[in-house]
């Protein structure tokens, strides 16, 4: 195998071949493009292996290998994983690095991330686009209550966006700078909806062509938004070996440290997925306010937990939750679900997931 270490930026790359002999050269600059690296692979030989880095340029040249029909010879590597050198970092010795590391992958597997296919690439950009744009329209409305704030006057009303909250709006006395910049953030927040409402949309349609997304939707908790997203965040079930290695990908498991007769349990570690960690939590927060499994396992762990922590521990239930819906390819059932977490043991998030985890 020839292997083929990239370190891709966003406008270059620079390349180092490691020959089966052991011979290591460098080359490049190459343009990060199209034409760039159909170039390259039109000089490369069948047995060619190429390394790249997890970034978003990364994400560009895995897209194009791809199209070339070069996926099974590509590697989406995690470079925080491999050993470096604190004191030196430039491009080619990245490139060096990535290419040694790819030539004996067979003793020393790579920490490898999934790049998935086509079609959950295209469901999770939808997903995460609503997500964003929610997120914005919450940010024009802090800013509204914090103008709001700024001035000693507080809102009678639940909804402020409503039709009752702007006619309140409109009547109150503001200085004209602070008029303006009101003016201005109503109708950001107008625009905003309407982008969620064609979002939604979009994301139900394509959620449509898959079944795992039904399936989700009848847990608790876990609606029209949140199902294609938890589902394109996991992409393929088969890359977590257990439940709790599901878990363990969604950094809600909390993080511990030993070394001799020093134990430090600490917060939840945070790895993995933001987005699927953020879903659970939300669904985590709808799940509670109903009457199912989960609010009554909410209810008994708030009695000796703060409702952060007892909530986190919902969101990890979910997480063993979607993983048994995924595998059994069954709608959820409330009474098959209470009976497996009457049996389960306390201990969360032990195992760990494979190295493959996605990014």
């Known amino acids: 195998m020839i292997a083929i270490g990239v370190d891709v930026h966003k406008r270059q790359c620079t390349i180092a071949i490691e020959r089966e002999d052991g011979e290591l050269r460098c080359f490049g600059p190459m343009e990060n493009t199209r034409e760039g690296w159909r170039k390259l692979l039109g000089q490369l030989p069948a047995e060619a292996e190429i390394?790249?880095?997890?970034s978003t340029s990364g994400y560009f040249a895995m897209s194009v290998l791809e199209e070339e029909g070069w996926r099974d010879r590509a590697h989406w590597v995690h470079t925080a994983g491999m050993e470096s050198l604190r004191k030196q970092k430039y491009d080619r010795l990245d490139a060096q690095r990535l290419a040694r590391k790819l030539?004996?992958?067979e003793r020393d597997p790579l920490p490898e991330a999934w790049f998935p296919p086509v079609e959950i690439r295209a469901l999770r950009l939808r997903a995460r686009q609503r997500c964003w744009l929610a997120v914005m329209r919450t940010q024009v409305r802090n800013r509204v209550q914090s103008l709001l704030q700024m001035h000693g006057l507080r809102s009678p009303m639940t909804d402020l966006f409503g039709e009752a909250g702007r006619a309140w709006l409109k009547a109150q006395a503001m200085p004209e700078a602070t008029q303006e910049t009101l003016d201005q953030?109503?109708?950001?927040?107008?625009?905003l909806s309407q982008e969620i409402v064609q979002?939604?949309?979009n994301l139900r349609a394509a959620g449509r062509g898959f079944p795992e997304v039904a399936r989700l939707r009848t847990i608790p908790g876990i609606g029209e938004i949140l199902a294609p997203l938890i589902w394109s965040e996991?992409?393929?079930l088969e890359r977590f070996r257990s439940a709790r290695a599901l878990v363990n990908y969604t950094g809600l498991v909390p993080s511990l440290y030993?070394?001799?007769?020093?134990?430090?349990r600490g917060g939840i570690t945070h790895q993995g997925s933001a987005w699927l960690r953020w879903a659970l939590v939300a669904a985590a927060?709808?799940?509670?306010?109903?009457?199912n499994p989960f609010a009554r396992r909410y209810r008994q762990w708030r009695r000796r937990k703060p409702p952060n922590v007892a909530k986190t521990a919902v969101a990890r239930a979910l997480a063993h939750c979607v993983y048994g819906v995924l595998r059994s390819g069954a709608n959820y059932q409330a009474a098959r679900w209470e009976r497996r977490q009457a049996g389960r043991s306390r201990s969360w998030g032990a195992g760990q997931p494979e190295v493959a985890m996605g990014h």
Request: aromatic share 0%; hydrophobic share 45%.
């Open 258 to 264: 030993e070394s001799g007769e020093v134990t430090i």
């Open 185 to 191: 953030l109503l109708r950001v927040h107008d625009d």
């Open 285 to 291: 927060n709808s799940a509670v306010q109903g009457v």
């Open 234 to 236: 996991i992409g393929r």
């Open 103 to 105: 030539a004996v992958r």
């Open 51 to 54: 390394a790249l880095e997890v």
């Open 199 to 201: 979002a939604e949309s």
